[in-house]
């Protein structure tokens, strides 16, 4: 389940088995001039057909958009052992997208088998950047203001000032302060006129450049997630990540509210935004617990992600950008969806009515 059925260069069009590796597919594509333009951080490990069904966003979301956006169709096998292959078009209005119904729906209504992607030839240049912000605040408001100004470069990733400290030291950088990351890429016209852009917006809002070594070291270690094997290494000791999203106005005060309710809570909590939008934005917490006993361990850890879930309710976030549902979402799911919940019970109770792919998964078990 893991080979490329078809690729058609002309098109931008590749089909895959959902299966397959999404990095080996990355490689494939890059010996032949094109990329997937998709690049979760756990793109080495992560299969197509599981970018699928968590409804994965990339670090390049800026530029390529989320997976919801990359996915042309998709064959899937229903509970009743039909396989469905929805058609492969550009764009089309003939009636419902009915691919969007498994996209995101964590194996509960049917099994991904092959996936269509819209590809992108390979870009000519790749700058990276990073500018020191006085505030936090300053930073998102540059960058809503250049999205407002339909400045919209391939990365921006604002990092709190604990988070920002990693990348400082990495270069040898004496900073204490919040960090964006920026990737420009396409024709060095193009490059160079977004960036001068955003290094003007910038400027206006306080930051300083920090040069373009920060942003080169942020790439190189952009799949890097060892702070997870070292945060879980032990008995009482648990890391995680939580990304929610939420609309501009909300986004400062759900990160200072998500951090006085958690911090009392872990040993350490560091966040930062990414995948942003005319709208709003993602919100990353990262958080560490180390507990008197590994049952001490597991309930701050279970506080955290209530308090996170809390506080983006509270906001009128969403308790998920791309992560998915899955165990620790699931309570707070139905309140989320509201009265939409009903469709997805319909959905649940049409095609999988004996509740056989991925049972007690997004609250949309046949008899509930």
């Known amino acids: 389940m893991d080979r490329i059925v078809r690729f058609d260069p002309d098109a931008a069009l590749l089909e895959v ?13 890059n010996e032949r001039g094109f990329t997937l333009g998709h690049y979760p951080q756990s793109m080495p490990l992560a ?3 599981g970018l ?15 997976i919801e956006e990359l996915v042309a169709g998709l064959d899937v096998v229903l509970a009743d052992s039909q396989i469905v292959r929805t058609p492969r078009t550009v764009r089309s209005a003939t009636g419902p997208d009915l691919k969007q119904l498994f996209i995101g729906a964590e194996g509960t209504l049917g099994i991904v088998t092959k996936v269509a992607m819209r590809v992108f030839r390979m870009s000519e240049l ?3 950047g990073g500018y020191a912000f006085p505030t936090l605040d300053a930073g998102v408001e540059m960058v809503r203001q250049a999205y407002a100004c339909h400045i919209r470069p391939a990365v921006l990733r604002l990092y709190d000032a604990t988070e920002a400290a990693s990348l400082y030291s990495r270069v040898g950088a004496q900073e204490d302060s919040p960090l964006l990351i920026v990737g420009h890429e396409g024709v060095p016209r193009m490059v160079d006129a977004e960036r ?5 917006l910038a400027v206006r809002h306080g930051a300083r450049a920090i040069g373009s070594e920060i942003g080169d070291a942020w790439e190189r270690h952009r799949f890097d997630a060892s702070w997870l094997d070292i945060g879980n290494a032990g008995a009482t000791r648990l890391a995680d990540a939580i990304e929610v999203s939420a609309f501009w106005p909300a986004l400062v005060p759900l990160y200072r509210e998500s951090m006085r309710r958690i911090v009392p809570l872990c040993s350490r909590a560091m966040g930062h935004y990414s995948h942003f939008y005319g709208t709003g934005a993602a ?13 001490d361990a597991i309930r701050r850890y279970e506080a955290v992600w209530h308090e996170v879930m809390s506080a983006t309710a509270s906001l009128g976030g969403s308790i998920s ?7 620790a979402r699931a309570g707070a799911l139905a309140s989320e969806l509201g009265s939409a919940h009903v469709v997805l019970k319909a959905l649940k109770r049409a095609l ?8 007690g998964h997004l609250g949309s078990e046949a008899d509930a």
């Open 321 to 327: 950008h791309h992560h998915g549902v899955g165990r």
């Open 17 to 29: 088995e959902a299966g397959a590796i999404a990095m080996t597919v990355e490689k494939w594509l």
């Open 47 to 49: 299969t197509m057909g």
């Open 196 to 200: 001068d852009c955003l290094a003007e």
């Open 352 to 359: 999988d009515p004996s509740s056989l792919f991925n049972p």
């Open 283 to 295: 919100l990353y917490i990262i958080f560490f617990v180390e507990g008197q006993d590994p049952d």
């Open 126 to 128: 790749r700058w990276f």
């Open 52 to 66: 699928v069904s968590t409804r994965s966003s990339g670090t390049f979301s800026g530029r390529y958009g989320n």
